[in-house]
């Protein structure tokens, strides 16, 4: 079977437009269509909201609706399912998972969210120490524990949750992977407030929680395999955002800069300079980066650029509240509310500002992807290491 | 956003790069280069005539119809990558880069502009172009040289790259652009930082020369080719870059202390990953500057003023890391890290500093100063 091309596709996109006209079609019911179309992530397989297709005709095909006007399912409300569960259930899920859980996530019907790390699991996260136990007779396994940092804990419907499954293994082994009802009994979501004054994230306590066998992914002691597809997809998905020149970050300060004289000074147009500098080159390593993707010559690159937006995204929001003179010593609003997306652009300079802040801790510290370039792209040695083999139950903790 | 631009290397690209590089790795290793820049004549004539004329290098730039292979920048960024991993002196940035681009500017109905080019595509000349390597482009350029009648020229240029390698120098003088052979011109080399690219004072005393150009069209060619120089310079700051890293990662993956290799230490592998990254970053920059040539996108300008405000300084920062990683062999004469950080800091200078790179972004992107 020959590849569809860019030709097949937009006659597809057509179609899908002549049969669901957006204007007269309800948001859902055009991007359920639009998934059974094929047309939603057009390299998955057919069936699953693609059609096997190159993923850098996805482009082509998202280009055409918008330009009709068709609405999108909202991406950075749903990043989560996007980036990480997704592509992590399509490796690792049983048909009947991919059949039951695709459609909805795409579609932004159900939101989901990332039950990764624990008070004593954060960059060590193999550590976790989440216990689920299997129910002679049901099968069902009985989760407990708790989880910390989980964004969008709140309005989530599912989420994908790693636990220990045998503490007498070595901590890498012993790790089961699951997908877990956030409307469960005995799952508790409590607000944590951030440097921000929202709360996008909270803390999750799991209390006898029951999960299906059904709603395991992958093999029993597999966990940590499958966790790494999801995490391999969160940094491309966190550092991979396609932006137009002077897009992100930069826009607002460049536009400052422009419309209010009064603030610039020597001293600032100089680190401004680099700072656009530093952004542009930025954006041409991520199209480089994308274009090797579609070329099918993953690179190495995905991993670091996480790092470059994260420092940057710092640099550039500290310049913007120095630049704004006395505003800058403003902020909006400390009201607590809880957002249903996470937003490192939004609101103001003071919020920029502060929300970079999590940008080198969220999806993996930059020490730590410091050291994943440092080992598997330099081939550099790794720090020696006395945890590998001892039980996870003898750890120092 | 278009999508037209094309950051990677195609298959073609890939070839050439394999055929230069191959040539390089046999005729031109570290201990070769030292060796030539300890005589204070650099060049290798017979390294230059296989690059440029038997791989067909030099003529990149040109079309088929004058003589060269009709590639474009995109391929002659592959070379200068190539040379600058290897810091190979060879005029190719002089001659088959900035004069040849002059030389284009003119247009073809010059006919002893045609048949220069001709000439240096085909590796039988090299010509030098009598501007200062600092010269960058959106600078005013120097008007030392008049002419004093009938294409007599008079004048001093300083600081003149490859001159002493030059069959021919293009001179820009108050009348025009002149092709003067290098036996009507006086040179005096000059001591240079970077041992692999040699400088001289170019002084002209009545020498006579062939106009090729009124003074319009003339500093509308130079001006284009510093903008292509300058572009293209970041593919060699590339290379330079690429080499200082992978062998600082060689050698800290060997070297051991405290009965460690050194580079299983977390403070140098964290240093060697951020510059990883910023030699990926200058390797899309430098990539597009190429690609923007190549298409003479509108936006050239910028692309390579980003390019260039990015690409010097991390080749200057991987030579200095790349020094500084070595520990004391690093600051040995042996040990070739010190002509990558000559070639590396010259380079920084060369077409534009930063600092003007970043006024001519500030232009471009109408980010205006106080
Ligand atoms: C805004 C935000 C949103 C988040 N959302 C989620 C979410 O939705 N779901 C989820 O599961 N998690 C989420 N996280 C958690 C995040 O993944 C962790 O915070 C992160 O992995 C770091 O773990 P830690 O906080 O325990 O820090 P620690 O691991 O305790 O690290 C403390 C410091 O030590 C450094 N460090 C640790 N180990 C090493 C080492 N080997 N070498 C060098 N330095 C080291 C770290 O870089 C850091 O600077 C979120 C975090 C933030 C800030």
């Given at each position: 079977m020959t590849a569809i091309t860019a030709d097949q596709l937009l006659t597809r996109v057509r179609d899908l437009l002549a049969a669901h006209p957006p204007a007269d079609t309800g948001r859902a019911d055009f991007l359920r269509a639009r998934f059974d179309a094929g047309l939603a992530w057009v390299h998955y397989p057919q069936g699953l909201g693609g059609l096997g297709a190159p993923r850098s005709l996805q482009a082509v095909v998202d280009a055409e609706l918008e330009a009709a006007g068709a609405p999108d399912n909202e991406p950075r409300r749903i990043g989560i399912g996007l980036g990480m569960a997704a592509p992590t259930i399509l490796a690792y899920g049983t048909e009947e998972q991919k059949q039951r859980f695709l459609r909805p996530l795409w579609v932004g019907e159900e939101v989901w969210c990332q039950l990764f790390s624990e008070p004593g699991a954060g960059s060590d996260l193999a550590a976790l120490g989440t216990r689920a136990v299997r129910e002679s007779g049901t099968g069902d396994w009985i989760v407990d524990g708790q989880k910390v940092w989980t964004s969008s804990a709140h309005t989530a419907r599912w989420a994908i949750l790693i636990a220990r499954t045998d503490p007498a293994l070595p901590k890498h082994q012993g790790i089961t992977y699951f997908l877990c009802d956030m409307h469960a009994p005995g799952v508790e979501v409590r607000p944590l407030r951030q440097i921000t004054g929202e709360a996008e994230f909270n803390e999750v306590f799991l209390t006898g929680v029951r999960i299906p066998d059904s709603h395991r992914l992958g093999a029993v002691g597999q966990g940590w395999a499958v966790a790494r597809t999801t995490l391999m997809n969160e940094r491309v998905s966190i550092g991979g955002m396609r932006l137009p020149r002077e897009g992100g970050m930069i826009a607002p300060v460049a536009a400052a800069w422009r419309e209010r004289p009064a603030l610039r000074t020597h001293a600032l147009h100089q680190r401004l300079l680099q700072l656009w500098v530093q952004a542009e080159v930025a954006r041409l390593t991520a199209e480089r980066l994308r274009q090797q993707l579609a070329a099918g010559q993953p690179g190495p690159e995905g991993s670091g650029m996480k790092l470059t937006f994260a420092r940057l995204n710092q640099e550039i929001s500290g310049l913007e509240v120095e630049l704004l003179g006395e505003d800058g010593l403003l902020y909006e609003d400390w009201t607590m509310r809880r957002p249903e997306l996470v937003d490192f652009t939004g609101r103001d300079a003071g919020y920029r500002y502060l929300r970079a802040k999590g940008n080198s801790i969220e999806g993996g510290t930059s020490e730590i992807l410091l050291n994943i370039v440092a080992e598997r792209v330099l081939g550099l040695p790794a720090e020696p290491r006395d945890d590998k083999d001892l039980a996870w139950k003898d750890l120092a903790r | 956003?278009?999508?037209?631009?094309?950051?990677?290397?195609?298959?073609?690209?890939?070839?050439?790069?394999?055929?230069?590089?191959?040539?390089?790795?046999?005729?031109?290793?570290?201990?070769?280069?030292?060796?030539?820049?300890?005589?204070?004549?650099?060049?290798?004539?017979?390294?230059?005539?296989?690059?440029?004329?038997?791989?067909?290098?030099?003529?990149?730039?040109?079309?088929?119809?004058?003589?060269?292979?009709?590639?474009?920048?995109?391929?002659?960024?592959?070379?200068?990558?190539?040379?600058?991993?290897?810091?190979?002196?060879?005029?190719?940035?002089?001659?088959?880069?900035?004069?040849?681009?002059?030389?284009?500017?003119?247009?073809?109905?010059?006919?002893?502009?045609?048949?220069?080019?001709?000439?240096?595509?085909?590796?039988?000349?090299?010509?030098?172009?009598?501007?200062?390597?600092?010269?960058?482009?959106?600078?005013?350029?120097?008007?030392?040289?008049?002419?004093?009648?009938?294409?007599?020229?008079?004048?001093?240029?300083?600081?003149?790259?490859?001159?002493?390698?030059?069959?021919?120098?293009?001179?820009?003088?108050?009348?025009?652009?002149?092709?003067?052979?290098?036996?009507?011109?006086?040179?005096?080399?000059?001591?240079?930082?970077?041992?692999?690219?040699?400088?001289?004072?170019?002084?002209?005393?009545?020498?006579?020369?062939?106009?090729?150009?009124?003074?319009?069209?003339?500093?509308?060619?130079?001006?284009?080719?510093?903008?292509?120089?300058?572009?293209?310079?970041?593919?060699?700051?590339?290379?330079?870059?690429?080499?200082?890293?992978?062998?600082?990662?060689?050698?800290?993956?060997?070297?051991?202390?405290?009965?460690?290799?050194?580079?299983?230490?977390?403070?140098?592998?964290?240093?060697?990953?951020?510059?990883?990254?910023?030699?990926?970053?200058?390797?899309?920059?430098?990539?597009?500057?190429?690609?923007?040539?190549?298409?003479?996108?509108?936006?050239?300008?910028?692309?390579?003023?980003?390019?260039?405000?990015?690409?010097?300084?991390?080749?200057?920062?991987?030579?200095?890391?790349?020094?500084?990683?070595?520990?004391?062999?690093?600051?040995?004469?042996?040990?070739?890290?010190?002509?990558?950080?000559?070639?590396?800091?010259?380079?920084?200078?060369?077409?534009g500093t930063p600092g003007h790179h970043h006024a001519l972004v500030a232009d471009f992107a109408e980010l205006p100063s106080p």
């Open positions: - | 956003m278009s999508d037209a631009f094309d950051l990677l290397y195609s298959e073609t690209e890939e070839e050439l790069r394999s055929a230069v590089r191959a040539l390089l790795a046999d005729r031109c290793t570290p201990a070769d280069v030292l060796a030539r820049a300890e005589t204070g004549r650099p060049h290798d004539p017979e390294l230059w005539h296989t690059l440029a004329a038997e791989i067909g290098t030099a003529g990149l730039l040109v079309p088929e119809k004058l003589g060269g292979q009709g590639a474009g920048h995109r391929e002659a960024a592959v070379v200068l990558e190539e040379l600058g991993r290897a810091v190979a002196p060879v005029p190719y940035l002089t001659s088959a880069v900035l004069a040849t681009e002059i030389l284009l500017g003119l247009g073809c109905e010059v006919p002893e502009a045609a048949g220069l080019l001709g000439e240096l595509a085909a590796g039988r000349q090299v010509c030098a172009p009598a501007l200062p390597l600092t010269q960058a482009p959106g600078a005013p350029l120097p008007g030392a040289v008049r002419d004093t009648g009938g294409g007599v020229l008079t004048g001093t240029v300083t600081s003149v790259a490859d001159a002493v390698a030059a069959d021919v120098l293009l001179v820009l003088a108050d009348t025009g652009l002149y092709a003067v052979p290098a036996a009507e011109v006086a040179l005096t080399p000059l001591v240079p930082l970077d041992l692999t690219r040699p400088l001289a004072t170019v002084t002209l005393e009545g020498a006579a020369g062939t106009r090729l150009a009124d003074p319009a069209t003339a500093r509308a060619a130079v001006a284009g080719a510093l903008l292509s120089g300058a572009g293209l310079l970041a593919s060699e700051q590339v290379g330079l870059a690429e080499w200082c890293l992978t062998e600082t990662v060689r050698h800290v993956r060997g070297r051991h202390q405290f009965n460690r290799p050194v580079g299983s230490f977390q403070a140098l592998k964290h240093r060697l990953a951020q510059l990883w990254l910023d030699v990926a970053s200058a390797r899309a920059a430098a990539r597009a500057a190429a690609d923007a040539l190549a298409t003479g996108a509108p936006d050239a300008p910028l692309t390579v003023a980003v390019a260039q405000a990015y690409c010097s300084g991390v080749a200057v920062r991987a030579a200095e890391e790349c020094v500084q990683l070595h520990g004391g062999i690093g600051m040995t004469w042996e040990h070739p890290a010190h002509l990558y950080l000559k070639r590396a800091k010259a380079d920084s200078l060369a077409l």
